[in-house]
């Protein structure tokens, strides 16, 4: 039997492994071109049904009804009136409110409180040691605009932080580095008692009626407050500070009661009338400065830091007034303080701060009570001027 050779064309087994080696990449194009074309449904149709759920649920919980209501005309209201119109700062022109004070003979002056209106500093010049000489304490009457000055006995250098009544001025007669004496001047007899010695440091006096009262560094560590009798000289001690930062806290007075950091840190009233003393606490944990009046307890929460807080307490609670301020004045409804070479005045009763210095100016606050703000206008630094305005309020 005769068998037939068959033979297979190479052309064309070569193009049908090619077809078998193609099929699998067709294949693999169509998977992908599947996926994206469900995709493309997906994010065309799917995704905005479910977004459109979202939004009806979150429309159901959060809209109000959308169901007409019949509203009933009402006037129109009259226009709201700004809250703060009866502020003595408020749309003030402070060029025409704020007034220069003029000190004859003398550039400088230190120490300045404010009784009665009556603007009350140490004045006196710098010396050819460089440093300056405070001889005299000059009274400006804002309400008259005149002033005096008072020459007080000296053996030292300068008169400084003089705390004055009708009858006694009490001050540090010092040396040109601290220490000196204690010294009471007796503004109705005209004479002067030397109370005490005081070898360190500035301490500063605070009186009621014949009483003088002062925190003083006696030791390396120690520090006392002193009370003393101005009419017969005789001294007492009220309270030890051993160690203690709290007694470089100025103390105040307020009527009877006088006012300082104890030596543990708690704020102390003591009744000089009686003699009972008593706690005050104004919810901080730390107190330095306060000065009081009959609203409440402004005091700064740390050694005058530039990160620390003036704060002011009502008698409930306590509320911060201001960061970055390292001393303030306390007068009738108000505290004032200097912050970045501006001053301003806050209003405690309705929390509203006004800005005292003119835009084009720079200032340094340097002290106030009752209405009156006092301040040096730095602007220039080759001169000092000393301003005040009249910022308080009555209830």
């Known amino acids: 039997m005769k068998h037939e050779k068959r033979y297979r064309s190479a052309d064309k087994t070569h193009k049908r492994l090619s077809r078998f080696r193609i099929l699998p990449w067709l294949q693999l194009l169509l998977v992908l071109g599947f996926l994206a074309a469900l995709g493309f449904l997906i994010w065309r149709f799917v995704v905005p049904f479910y977004k459109g759920l979202d939004a009806h649920a979150y429309s159901c919980q959060k809209q109000p009804d959308k169901t007409p209501v ?3 005309p009402e006037p129109t209201p ?3 009136h700004d809250p703060y119109p009866h502020h003595a700062l408020y749309g003030a022109d402070l060029l025409s409110i704020q007034t220069e004070i003029v000190i004859p003979e003398y550039q400088y002056a230190t120490d300045v409180t404010v009784r009665d209106n009556t603007i009350i500093a140490p004045v006196g010049n710098y010396t050819q040691d460089g440093t300056a000489a405070f001889v005299r304490l000059y009274f400006y009457d804002t309400e008259t605009e ?4 008072l020459s007080l006995p ?7 932080f003089p705390a004055v009544t009708d009858r006694w001025i009490v001050y540090l007669d010092s040396a040109a580095n601290g220490g000196g004496r204690m010294v009471a001047y007796d503004r109705e007899t005209q004479e002067a008692r030397a109370l005490k010695v005081v070898h360190t440091g ?3 006096p605070v009186v009621y009626e014949n009483t003088a009262l002062w925190i003083e560094r006696t030791g390396q560590r120690r520090d006392k407050l002193f009370a003393v009798d101005l009419l017969t000289g005789e001294s007492a001690t009220l309270a030890i500070f051993d160690d203690s930062p709290y007694a470089l806290s100025r103390p105040c007075l307020y009527g009877s009661t006088f006012y300082y950091v104890a030596e543990d840190g708690a704020l102390t009233a003591l009744d ?3 003699g009972k003393s008593q706690t005050v606490d104004v919810g901080a944990s ?9 609203d409440g307890i402004a005091f700064l929460d740390s050694d005058h830091a530039r990160d620390g807080h003036i704060l002011w307490y009502d008698g409930e609670k306590t509320v911060e007034v201001v960061t970055g301020a390292v001393d303030f ?3 009738n409804g108000f505290i004032a303080y200097s912050r970045y070479e501006k001053n301003y005045v806050y209003y405690y009763r309705d929390g509203t701060t006004f800005c005292t210095t003119r835009s084009d100016e720079t200032a340094m606050l340097l002290g106030g009570g009752d209405d009156v703000i006092v301040w040096m206008d730095v602007t220039w630094r080759d001169k000092d001027i000393m301003e005040y305005m009249t910022v308080g309020e009555a209830k």
């Open 70 to 72: 019949p509203v009933t």
């Open 78 to 80: 009259e226009p709201t």
């Open 146 to 149: 005149k002033h005096t000055l």
């Open 154 to 160: 000296l053996e030292y250098k300068s008169i400084r």
């Open 202 to 204: 500035l301490p500063i």
């Open 272 to 274: 000089l009338l009686t």
């Open 286 to 294: 730390y107190i330095h400065d306060p000065k009081v009046n009959a």
């Open 329 to 331: 004045a306390l007068g």
